[in-house]
């Protein structure tokens, strides 16, 4: 399974990458914006918004250009407990 991640920290991009190859999951972390985000993003199977440290326009774009297939959870804090807890959730 795959998940990308909108927002968060820089600092902890690398830890985000781990806590999701922990569960099993493929990530991509995108903590700034980029050039060509729609297409980078592609088509995850989780989309996770860490919406404290993200612009509203990068959310838009990234709930344009992902499937209906797509689930989309949004969290205020960007900690890597709150990740878990996400991670789990989606595992149960």
Do not use: W
């Amino acid at each position: 399974m795959s998940v990308v991640i909108l927002g968060g920290n820089e600092c902890m991009e690398r830890q985000y990458s781990n806590v999701c190859r922990k569960f099993g999951y493929k990530a991509k972390v995108f903590c700034k914006p980029c050039a060509d985000m729609k297409s980078r993003i592609g088509t995850p199977d989780l989309l996770i918004l860490f919406t404290h440290t993200i612009s509203h326009k990068i959310v838009r774009c990234a709930l344009t250009c992902v499937c209906g297939d797509t689930k989309v959870v949004r969290s205020h804090t960007s900690s890597v407990n709150s990740l878990r807890d996400i991670l789990k959730e989606q595992m149960a």
